[in-house]
């Protein structure tokens, strides 16, 4: 046999041609590289009996040093069941302590991983989930002490985490170290610390832990008492830490020491070494589990030293022991008591024959299929192997296994065992030792197996359908490891494919034409027959029926009765491949024609009216499955159209609602629904804008003054086809009203009055448009619309278009209507009269104004007071508006006043003033404005008296007789009438 190992990998035994014997190592695992050595705890095997744990799955942890160039730091390792490494997780970096070395590992049943060691001056303890990934990093440590080194740990079934170590309490001496124990709970919060410091209060170092099913603790070791005497110490907390016993053994002398503990029913038992004197036995104890009390002592001796290193109990009470005894000569010694502590068997495995040295078993554990295993040191003739052994409950040796790593590793041992569920024995050492941090050191895990491995192959296929290729992926496992082999895959139908396997694991092809249930069988061939049996497997594998498409295509349009090609797309879909069988039916339910694959085409005649669905099946067959498609297709026949005829008169518009527009008398022997391509256009003929909607109603305006046939077409369809309509509209014609032009407006002086007349005055003449040309004007008929100063009395403008009329003489404006009637007539709504003309006659504004002064006097006496009457007369023929009268003051008068009054006893707009005068009056025709004048003539001197009055029109009237505009009356004065004094 050869073991094939390489650093950092995991490395699988080869065989030869020649069968081997069980066990064997079937994985062998290093961590650890040149230049980064790694090791099982600190390298000492005797601390890494807890650096190892396998949980119910089949995985495995293991724990070391490893050394990164500055610093050594835990690294953990899980292991998947067949020996491959699923992880890997190196503890952080500490700055203040680098130095790391871990002596536990635990796990929880949801498999997260707990490791615990130190790094000189704390208890480091960390806990990984399932994939790895770091949850927590707590510390402990002891006020004012310096070393801290656990040394045991345990994980409870709530993930609860109890870390045992030797604590240092102060100072530096050897004699400051207790027992420090802590728990965690699963999150990492500390519940509780407990402290034992022995009754001298001398050097005590704790070197395992225990728990029982009611959450107490047990730890124990070596405390050192009077007279420098070591005991085995061992100490109960219940769940909260508070401490129940402490119970110590010894003989009296230097250097007992317990290794393990174990509860055991109502037992605790603990082993280790005792000094008897000329040499050490392994002495192992029990005690009552509730009291403390010693029940009983069980001694293996031997002529040399004899060694207690590992405890483990079986189901019925039995407890085992692995270390070392000279029996006779020194060798990995494994021995069963039963619960009273009565030795059933001891056995001593001594690995190399002639060679009894320091053989040494460390750890043990059950095989839950049955045996106990022991594994530890081996003195061979060049340094030391892992040696492990096997016996079943009887004591009978089952089997034996050494490893010597390669050459130059002379230091080898195992430190650590766990027997899996499935009975593969899993030991942890270090390969190489060398305590140096530049050598080739490896945390070495070995996989064992007793007897040839029962294989499976596992098949795997992912579903597939007719004539899809699929892969048959084969999984070979044994217990652990990865088989070496080949594989023949076969399917039942005469195909097959062959494996050969890579890690265990391969994959080929299949394929197969006909759909159903296949037996897929994989015939594994064992390259190692010895480690791996060959094995047949076999599964169904379902082969669905591969799916197919189908469209089907048509020329969307027939008549009834007549053929058109029906066309089909049939295939297989991808990944499905093959021939199908059987044929593709086309048809709308009532008529139908077939297609036989490949072709594609078939006539299809359909006799049935209206919109069909023409459906395309294929109805499947054992391999492919059926399909179906399905198209819109119509059977028309051609709607009907029959012509339509309006009119309107001339110049109106037509309106047709849709009841009875251009589809009212066209017909659809389908019943279809007919629609009109609406839209806005010019209609033939005369012309016009035609506005056509979807429901055949429509709207028509014919051109200004046009008459005749106006056409248009329409196009109406049933939603398949269109025909064409057409449409004759007649517009009747009617009479126009005629139009004409006028002269100027008229003007005139004011008080012209009496007979005028205009030649023309009426021209430019039209009967209408030009199919009126043959009309006349029978009449113009005039209208006065307004003549508010009444200025003319007659007015009217004959056939020709000449105008008379007469003026009154006032002055003024006359607004004349004119409308010309022409001889066309009414009739059909004509219009024979043309709209109303309008021009003006005006006559300027004129009055006569007359003013006259009057006192009735011709003498005037100095000094008397006279009136004199200013008259202001209109004699027309217009009313003056807002006239001037002005008078001026004598120059020898005083008392100068006015008053104002008026003939048509309206009164004055000013009724009276003095001194000079001007005021502005209305004088209508007729009427007579006096003004009169009182005053008082001075006597002195004696000068005449002279009054003035002038009248004048407004600027927009126009003085007819200006010479009656002013007025004057002098009068003499004196003391004398007629001219004498007296």
Same mark, same amino acid.
């Given at each position: 046999?050869?073991?094939?190992?390489?650093?950092?990998?995991?490395a699988?035994v080869?065989?030869?041609?020649?069968?081997?014997?069980?066990?064997?190592?079937?994985?062998?695992?290093?961590?650890?590289?040149?230049?980064?050595?790694?090791?099982?705890a600190? $390298?000492?095997?005797?601390?890494?009996?807890h650096?190892?744990? /396998? *949980? #119910? @799955? +089949? %995985?495995? !942890? &293991?724990? =070391?040093?490893?050394?990164?160039g500055?610093?050594?730091?835990?690294?953990?390792?899980?292991?998947?069941?067949?020996?491959?490494?699923?992880?890997?997780?190196?503890?952080?970096?500490?700055?203040?302590?680098?130095g790391?070395?871990?002596?536990?590992?635990?796990?929880?049943?949801?498999?997260?991983?707990?490791?615990?060691?130190t790094?000189?001056?704390?208890?480091?303890?960390?806990?990984?989930?399932?994939?790895?990934?770091?949850q927590?990093?707590?510390?402990?440590?002891?006020? $004012?002490?310096?070393?801290?080194?656990?040394?045991?740990?345990? /994980? *409870? #079934? @709530? +993930? %609860?985490? !109890? &870390?045992? =170590?030797?604590?240092?309490?102060?100072?530096?001496?050897?004699?400051?170290?207790?027992?420090?124990?802590?728990?965690?709970?699963?999150?990492?919060?500390?519940?509780?610390?407990?402290?034992?410091?022995?009754p001298?209060?001398?050097?005590?170092?704790?070197?395992?832990?225990a728990l029982?099913?009611?959450?107490?603790?047990?730890?124990?070791?070596?405390?050192?008492?009077?007279?420098?005497?070591?005991?085995y110490?061992?100490?109960?907390?219940?769940?909260?830490?508070?401490?129940?016993?402490?119970?110590?053994?010894?003989?009296g002398?230097?250097?007992?020491? #317990?290794?393990?503990?174990?509860?055991?029913?109502?037992?605790?038992?603990?082993?280790?070494?005792?000094?008897?004197?000329?040499?050490?036995?392994?002495?192992?104890?029990?005690?009552?589990?509730?009291?403390?009390?010693?029940?009983?002592?069980?001694?293996?001796?031997?002529?040399?030293?004899?060694?207690?290193?590992?405890?483990?109990?079986?189901?019925?009470?039995?407890v085992?022991?692995?270390?070392?005894?000279?029996?006779?000569?020194?060798g990995?010694?494994?021995?069963?008591?039963?619960?009273?502590?009565?030795?059933?068997?001891?056995?001593n495995?001594?690995p190399?024959?002639?060679?009894?040295?320091?053989?040494?078993?460390?750890?043990v554990?059950?095989?839950?299929?049955?045996?106990?295993?022991?594994a530890?040191?081996?003195?061979?003739?060049?340094?030391?192997d892992?040696?492990?052994?096997k016996?079943?409950?009887?004591?009978?040796q089952?089997?034996t296994?050494?490893?010597?790593?390669?050459?130059?590793?002379?230091?080898?041992?195992?430190?650590?065992?766990?027997?899996?569920?499935?009975?593969?024995v899993?030991?942890?050492?270090?390969e190489?030792?060398?305590?140096?941090s530049?050598?080739?050191?490896?945390?070495?895990?070995?996989?064992?197996v007793?007897?040839?491995?029962a294989t499976?192959?596992?098949i795997?296929?992912?579903p597939?359908?007719t004539?899809?290729p699929?892969?048959?992926?084969?999984?070979?496992?044994?217990?652990?490891?990865?088989?070496?082999?080949?594989?023949?895959?076969?399917?039942?139908?005469?195909?097959?494919?062959?494996?050969?396997?890579?890690?265990g694991?391969?994959?080929?092809?299949?394929?197969?034409?006909?759909?159903?249930?296949?037996?897929?069988?994989?015939?594994f061939?064992?390259?190692?027959?010895?480690?791996?049996?060959?094995?047949?497997?076999?599964?169904?594998?379902?082969?669905?029926?591969?799916?197919t498409?189908?469209?089907?295509?048509?020329?969307?349009l027939?008549?009834?009765?007549?053929?058109?090609?029906?066309?089909?797309?049939?295939?297989?879909?991808a990944?499905g491949?093959?021939?199908?069988?059987?044929?593709?039916?086309?048809?709308?339910?009532?008529?139908?024609?077939?297609?036989?694959?490949?072709?594609?085409?078939?006539?299809?005649?359909?006799?049935?009216a209206?919109?069909?669905?023409?459906?395309a099946?294929?109805?499947?067959?054992?391999?492919f499955?059926?399909?179906?498609a399905?198209?819109?297709?119509?059977?028309?026949?051609?709607?009907?159209?029959?012509?339509?005829?309006?009119?309107?008169?001339?110049?109106?518009?037509?309106?047709?609602?849709?009841?009875a527009?251009?589809?009212?008398?066209?017909?659809?022997?389908?019943?279809d629904t007919?629609?009109?391509?609406?839209?806005?256009?010019?209609?033939?003929?005369?012309?016009?804008?035609?506005?056509?909607?979807?429901?055949?109603s429509?709207?028509?305006?014919?051109?200004?003054?046009?008459?005749?046939?106006?056409?248009?077409?329409?196009?109406?369809?049933?939603?398949?086809?269109?025909?064409?309509?057409?449409?004759?509209?007649?517009?009747?014609?009617?009479?126009?009203?005629?139009?004409?032009t006028?002269?100027a407006?008229?003007?005139?002086?004011?008080?012209?009055?009496?007979?005028?007349?205009?030649?023309?005055f009426?021209g430019?003449?039209?009967?209408?448009?030009?199919?009126?040309?043959?009309?006349?004007i029978?009449?113009?008929?005039?209208?006065?619309?307004?003549?508010?100063?009444?200025?003319?009395?007659?007015?009217?403008?004959?056939?020709?278009?000449?105008?008379?009329?007469?003026?009154?003489?006032?002055?003024?404006?006359?607004?004349?209507?004119?409308?010309?009637?022409?001889?066309?007539?009414?009739?059909?709504?004509?219009?024979?009269t043309?709209?109303?003309?309008?021009?003006?006659?005006?006559?300027?504004?004129?009055?006569?104004?007359a003013?006259?002064?009057?006192?009735?006097?011709?003498?005037?006496?100095?000094?008397?007071?006279?009136?004199?009457?200013?008259?202001v007369?209109?004699?027309g023929?217009?009313?003056?508006?807002q006239?001037?009268?002005?008078?001026?003051?004598?120059g020898?008068?005083?008392?100068?006043?006015w008053?104002?009054?008026?003939?048509?006893?309206?009164p004055?707009?000013?009724a009276?003033?003095?001194?000079?005068?001007?005021?502005?009056?209305?004088?209508p025709?007729?009427?007579?404005?006096?003004?009169?004048?009182?005053?008082?003539?001075?006597s002195?001197?004696?000068s005449?008296?002279?009054?003035?009055?002038?009248?004048?029109?407004?600027?927009?009237?126009?003085?007819?007789?200006?010479?009656?505009?002013?007025?004057?009356?002098t009068?003499p004065?004196?003391?004398?009438?007629?001219?004498?004094?007296?």
């Amino acid at each position: 046999m050869k073991i094939l190992a390489l650093a950092g990998c995991i490395a699988a035994v080869l065989f030869g041609t020649s069968a081997l014997a069980a066990p064997a190592i079937v994985v062998t695992a290093r961590s650890g590289d040149p230049g980064a050595p790694e090791r099982l705890a600190d $390298g000492v095997a005797d601390r890494g009996r807890h650096t190892l744990a /396998v *949980d #119910a @799955a +089949g %995985n495995t !942890y &293991v724990v =070391g040093s490893r050394w990164n160039g500055t610093d050594w730091r835990y690294r953990t390792t899980k292991y998947a069941p067949d020996g491959s490494v699923a992880w890997n997780a190196m503890q952080p970096p500490e700055t203040e302590n680098p130095g790391q070395f871990p002596y536990g590992v635990g796990v929880d049943a949801a498999g997260n991983v707990y490791v615990t060691g130190t790094n000189y001056v704390q208890f480091v303890t960390i806990k990984y989930d399932s994939a790895g990934t770091q949850q927590w990093l707590r510390r402990y440590s002891f006020p $004012g002490g310096v070393y801290q080194q656990p040394r045991a740990m345990a /994980v *409870d #079934a @709530a +993930g %609860n985490v !109890y &870390v045992t =170590g030797r604590s240092q309490a102060g100072g530096a001496g050897i004699d400051q170290f207790d027992y420090g124990t802590v728990k965690y709970d699963t999150d990492g919060n500390e519940l509780w610390t407990a402290r034992y410091n022995g009754p001298d209060g001398l050097q005590d170092e704790v070197l395992a832990l225990a728990l029982d099913p009611d959450g107490n603790v047990y730890v124990t070791g070596g405390s050192k008492g009077a007279g420098g005497r070591n005991d085995y110490a061992t100490v109960k907390y219940d769940a909260s830490g508070v401490q129940q016993w402490a119970s110590r053994y010894g003989n009296g002398r230097h250097g007992d020491q #317990a290794n393990a503990v174990v509860v055991n029913g109502d037992s605790v038992v603990v082993t280790g070494i005792s000094n008897t004197g000329d040499h050490y036995d392994a002495i192992t104890v029990g005690y009552d589990r509730a009291t403390g009390v010693q029940q009983w002592t069980a001694t293996v001796t031997g002529p040399h030293n004899n060694y207690g290193s590992a405890l483990v109990r079986d189901g019925q009470g039995n407890v085992y022991l692995a270390g070392a005894a000279w029996n006779p000569g020194n060798g990995l010694t494994t021995a069963k008591f039963d619960a009273a502590g009565t030795q059933q068997w001891l056995r001593n495995y001594l690995p190399y024959s002639g060679i009894t040295g320091s053989n040494i078993a460390y750890a043990v554990a059950l095989d839950p299929t049955g045996g106990v295993v022991s594994a530890g040191r081996a003195t061979g003739f060049d340094g030391f192997d892992y040696g492990v052994v096997k016996y079943d409950d009887a004591g009978t040796q089952l089997w034996t296994q050494l490893f010597n790593g390669p050459p130059g590793t002379l230091t080898d041992e195992a430190g650590a065992v766990a027997v899996r569920n499935d009975g593969v024995v899993v030991v942890a050492g270090t390969e190489g030792y060398s305590q140096g941090s530049t050598g080739n050191d490896r945390r070495t895990t070995l996989f064992i197996v007793d007897g040839v491995q029962a294989t499976s192959p596992r098949i795997g296929i992912a579903p597939s359908v007719t004539g899809e290729p699929y892969a048959v992926n084969v999984s070979v496992r044994g217990k652990v490891g990865f088989p070496a082999g080949s594989v023949l895959v076969s399917d039942g139908d005469g195909h097959s494919c062959g494996i050969a396997l890579a890690n265990g694991d391969g994959a080929c092809t299949l394929a197969n034409a006909t759909a159903g249930g296949k037996t897929v069988t994989a015939t594994f061939s064992s390259d190692a027959p010895a480690l791996f049996a060959s094995s047949a497997n076999a599964t169904t594998h379902v082969v669905n029926k591969a799916t197919t498409r189908l469209t089907v295509a048509t020329p969307g349009l027939s008549r009834p009765g007549e053929a058109f090609d029906a066309s089909v797309d049939f295939g297989i879909v991808a990944p499905g491949a093959g021939t199908t069988t059987g044929d593709i039916t086309v048809g709308d339910g009532v008529d139908s024609c077939t297609i036989a694959p490949p072709a594609t085409h078939c006539a299809l005649t359909l006799t049935t009216a209206g919109a069909r669905t023409i459906a395309a099946s294929y109805a499947g067959d054992a391999n492919f499955l059926a399909v179906g498609a399905s198209v819109a297709h119509r059977v028309n026949r051609v709607a009907t159209t029959t012509a339509d005829s309006y009119s309107l008169a001339e110049d109106g518009s037509l309106t047709v609602a849709s009841a009875a527009g251009v589809l009212a008398n066209d017909d659809d022997a389908d019943g279809d629904t007919l629609a009109v391509v609406p839209g806005t256009f010019a209609a033939g003929g005369i012309g016009g804008t035609v506005v056509l909607h979807a429901d055949g109603s429509f709207d028509y305006t014919p051109p200004a003054d046009a008459n005749g046939t106006a056409t248009f077409a329409y196009t109406a369809g049933d939603g398949a086809e269109s025909a064409t309509g057409s449409v004759e509209i007649q517009v009747r014609p009617v009479n126009d009203p005629p139009s004409f032009t006028l002269g100027a407006n008229l003007t005139h002086a004011a008080a012209t009055s009496g007979a005028q007349s205009v030649a023309g005055f009426a021209g430019g003449v039209s009967t209408g448009p030009a199919d009126e040309a043959g009309q006349s004007i029978d009449a113009f008929a005039t209208t006065v619309d307004s003549d508010p100063n009444d200025i003319v009395s007659t007015v009217g403008i004959d056939a020709s278009g000449n105008l008379s009329y007469t003026l009154t003489g006032r002055g003024g404006t006359a607004t004349i209507g004119v409308r010309a009637r022409d001889n066309g007539g009414t009739g059909d709504g004509g219009n024979d009269t043309s709209a109303a003309r309008t021009f003006t006659i005006t006559v300027a504004s004129g009055v006569d104004l007359a003013i006259g002064v009057s006192n009735g006097r011709s003498f005037i006496v100095g000094g008397s007071e006279t009136t004199y009457a200013v008259d202001v007369r209109n004699l027309g023929p217009d009313t003056a508006n807002q006239a001037r009268v002005s008078v001026a003051q004598p120059g020898n008068v005083i008392a100068f006043v006015w008053t104002c009054s008026r003939s048509d006893a309206t009164p004055c707009a000013v009724a009276a003033g003095t001194g000079a005068m001007e005021q502005f009056v209305n004088v209508p025709v007729g009427v007579t404005v006096t003004f009169a004048f009182t005053m008082t003539v001075l006597s002195q001197p004696e000068s005449p008296v002279t009054l003035q009055a002038f009248v004048a029109p407004a600027a927009s009237q126009t003085e007819v007789q200006p010479a009656n505009n002013s007025a004057s009356d002098t009068d003499p004065v004196g003391i004398f009438a007629s001219g004498f004094e007296g």
